[in-house]
């Protein structure tokens, strides 16, 4: 929010300096995130008196004006502007000024006479759209005096970074009470001084109903007359421009005036136009239609929308927008001033369904003070009457179906002292509270009864008493002190799973794959080539079409991160992705259930997924570089397991609708499924539209981290020296080799590993057969190996994979 230093001073005295009022209130909790100084880019615009002014003799359109900027000089001007006189003021732009425009001013002829300089319009200035003619200056002005100073356009804006609990920090009598209880100087709150017409009451000619007072908590509604129309006095319009606001007419301008100086939003109706003298605060009804004063038609949301309507249609969005049908115009005589509380999550629905956040919802959805709507618009009435001519009809409508009932609860006031850990005079307790607004009830004992200001909606309890009174003290003088008391230690559990993900991305980074982090909103249809048998979770609201379905697999993100990369010329994609995916889990008996469990709509399961696509390594001279394939994929997964001490995992072939045939494989450790991995089938890769040669896995990480060895444990070196002998077999075509290899392991104890180093088909083996060939090292870590030994444990390798798969030794 947008802070004027010159309009927060009317409401408290300032430190001296911006700085230190930032530096101020950002200790407080309330950030300034940047500082502005307005009124630059006029240096060299000075206050000048026109002295004389002639017919340019060469030029009927201009004049030869001699003026006096109070150093007894003159200046010789020629302008085109018609509407002064000699004795005016006017600003001028002496030679070597630089206007907001761009526009540098130099000594210049014009048609032949010499000009020193330019009288200026206030769009010259950048101060309004006006260009009619000169800005004609206050008489009472000092010649010479900058324009910027003259015309009070030197200001400092912050910009304050107001957090979502703190609404009532949202306009500048919000924070100037912040800084009187922050500096222990006076809070100056406008006096509101209103005289009333002798004609008919308010409540004689306008009816007020409110139909849903659980989004509607208080309307309050006062009538102008004779108001006319016109532009707002050049200090509302620079105090309005200050905080980001364009000044439009003196009856708009005083509304928005009022919700920047106190918080509470407040909408104009020309009264005119309101059909029946009447309002009604409704919810939209079905097929509802209404236009805002944005131009734009909008379609209401039954049931939800809450509309401000007269007896014939919708007039305004509430708390939102107001509509065209009933918007001030030129031609507006008599005007209704709102003033009203919204619930907050109904504006706040409201204003994202039709993209419409405007400076009220913003208010509205913070929560404001449901007290402060008859001083807002009192304050509003008083202005009109001042800068519009207005004259305010007797009385208010004031419609109140859920008054505001303060909340009160017992500090102790030791509290403090014990909670922050330093001692908090209790004097200074009190005194804090009562200038942040707090209500206090001393009887003399050791609590004191707290009464929570109808604007801190966001306090509760004596935690938040203690917070308000750290950060008006200041963070800053809460001592460093090292904790008392016995130290726990960490959860092992926690810490182990820690390393284990480290060493895990630390694997996968060794394998050239990079993290990336897809939102768990994915396309339904995507999710149907994944995992076609489960319905995913949809969402009611959601962002966009393709983000609608909560995850059940995170391929479908992997594989658009290929599309995009590709897309982009990029050809070797190697990825990985940590993520949740959800699987509906009602209950069987929903309708019965306790609400623990119907709550409990989804089984989250965190899973690893990585893709590998495109050249196995970069493009070089030394040597021709292949395409990634299932064994690149297979050796980045072995190096996680590597890496998570996981032994003994098969590699089994099976069957999924997004994976090839040919290469779709589960991981197992016993009877543990730990995830898949495979070649993407090419339907998939067709209706995702990347190429063939995607490959992909999907592990459970809970499953993979439960089924790790994380502590790793140390083996001796050997002291006896390894027999290596080879074993090529004949076994059926059919007969997987890690089975293979898992029997020559369990066979003999003397077997340290085994690797198969060749699979051959064809020439003299038969179609159905393939010949293995593995390399087994035998040793025995508690003597030197003899052949007779080594010879009996090859024997009884090649014996039990006869019985087994009918090897035949090749």
Not at 5 to 15: E, G, I, M, T
Not at 346 to 366: C, G, M, N, P, Q
Not at 394 to 410: E, I, L, S
Not at 612 to 641: C, H, M, N
């Amino acid at each position: 929010m947008k802070i004027s230093l010159n309009w927060l001073s009317d409401y408290v005295d300032l430190p001296e300096t911006p700085e230190a009022l930032a530096a101020l209130i950002t200790m407080a909790g309330l950030e300034v995130e940047g500082i502005e100084q307005l009124g630059q880019g006029l240096d060299g615009v000075v206050v000048a008196r026109i002295l004389e002014s002639a017919p340019h003799p060469s030029a009927e359109k201009l004049s030869v004006n001699q003026v006096d900027v109070g150093t007894g000089e003159r200046l010789q001007i020629v302008c085109g502007a018609k509407n002064f006189a000699v004795g005016d003021l006017v600003p001028l732009a002496t030679i070597g000024a630089a206007l907001p425009n761009g526009i540098e001013i130099k000594q210049a002829a014009l048609r032949g006479v010499a000009s020193f300089g330019m009288l200026c319009s206030a769009r010259e200035l950048g101060i309004s759209d006006d260009h009619a003619g000169l800005l004609i200056l206050d008489p009472s002005l000092k010649l010479g005096m900058p324009i910027a100073d003259a015309l009070g356009l030197g200001d400092t804006v912050f910009e304050v970074n107001v957090t979502p609990n703190r609404g009532d920090c949202l306009s500048h009598i919000g924070i100037a009470r912040e800084v009187a209880a922050l500096t222990g100087r006076p809070l100056k709150i406008p006096k509101i001084a209103i005289t009333e017409s002798a004609g008919l009451a308010t409540d004689t000619l306008l009816d007020v109903r409110i139909d849903a007072p659980e989004r509607c908590r208080r309307y309050a509604a006062r009538i102008a007359e004779g108001v006319r129309i016109g532009p707002s006095p050049l200090w509302m319009q620079n105090r309005l421009r200050a905080v980001g606001v364009r000044p439009i007419s003196n009856a708009v301008d005083v509304t928005n005036f009022v919700m920047f100086e106190c918080g509470q939003p407040l909408h104009a109706f020309d009264f005119d136009k309101v059909a029946g003298g009447q309002i009604v605060v409704r919810l939209a009804k079905p097929n509802e239609r209404m236009t805002t004063l944005d131009g734009k038609e909008r379609v209401l949301a039954a049931g939800d929308d809450l509309c401000i309507c007269d007896a014939t249609a919708p007039s305004a969005l509430a708390g939102v927008m107001g509509g065209g049908v009933s918007e001030i115009s030129d031609a507006t005589t008599r005007v209704l001033i709102e003033a009203a509380w919204f619930e907050p999550g109904a504006i706040r629905r409201t204003a994202r369904r039709h993209a419409l956040h405007s400076e009220s919802s913003h208010r509205f959805e913070r929560g404001i003070d449901p007290e402060m709507l008859l001083f807002a618009q009192d304050r509003t009435a008083q202005l009109l009457a001042e800068l519009a001519g207005a004259k305010i009809l007797p009385g208010r409508v004031d419609r109140y179906p859920r008054p505001f009932v303060a909340r009160h609860f017992d500090l102790h006031l030791d509290t403090p002292s014990r909670t922050l850990g330093m001692p908090v005079e209790r004097g200074l307790v009190k005194k804090t509270l009562s200038a942040l607004g707090f209500g206090l009830s001393d009887d003399g004992r050791e609590t004191v009864e707290v009464t929570i200001p109808s604007w801190r909606p966001d306090v509760e309890g004596e935690a938040d008493c203690v917070e308000e009174l750290a950060r008006t003290m200041g963070y800053d003088k809460i001592p460093a002190r090292l904790p008392c008391g016995v130290q726990e230690l960490p959860d092992r559990t926690a810490s182990l799973r820690a390393d284990a993900m480290n060493r895990l991305r630390a694997a996968l980074a060794a394998a050239g794959l990079d993290e990336v982090i897809n939102y768990s909103f994915v396309d339904a249809a995507a999710l149907a080539h994944f995992t076609p048998d489960v319905k995913p979770i949809c969402l009611r609201n959601a962002i966009a079409a393709d983000m609608s379905a909560m995850a059940t697999s995170r391929l479908p993100g992997l594989v658009n991160n290929l599309k995009h990369s590709l897309n982009r010329q990029v050809e070797a994609v190697r990825l990985y992705e940590i993520g949740r995916v959800y699987v509906p889990e009602l209950p069987a008996n929903l309708a019965t259930a306790p609400m623990r469990d119907a709550l409990k709509v989804s089984s989250e399961r965190q899973m690893l997924s990585g893709l590998v696509f495109g050249p196995r390594a970069p493009l070089q001279w030394a040597q021709a570089t292949g395409a990634s394939d299932f064994y690149d994929l297979k050796g980045a997964i072995e190096l996680v397991l590597s890496a998570l001490n996981l032994r003994n995992v098969r590699f089994e072939s099976t069957q999924r609708c997004d994976l090839h045939p040919r290469s779709a494989c589960a991981l197992m450790a016993g009877d543990v499924h730990l995830g898949l991995m495979g070649e993407l089938h090419p339907t998939v890769a067709t209706a995702f539209d990347v190429p063939r040669g995607v490959y992909l896995f999907e592990l459970d990480l809970d499953a993979l981290l439960a089924a790790a060895n994380p502590i790793p444990r140390a083996r001796p070196i050997p002291r006896y020296p390894a027999v290596l002998r080879d074993l090529a077999i004949v076994v059926d075509a059919a007969a997987p080799a890690a089975d293979v290899e898992a029997a020559i392991r369990t066979t003999s104890e003397l077997v340290e590993s085994v690797t198969l180093f060749d699979v051959f088909r064809g020439g003299s083996i038969q179609e159905d057969k393939k010949s293995l060939a593995f390399a087994i090292r035998y040793r025995d870590r508690a003597q030197t190996l003899t052949d007779e030994q080594v010879n009996a444990a090859h024997q009884a390798i090649l014996t039990r994979l006869g019985e087994r798969f009918g090897a035949e030794l090749r």
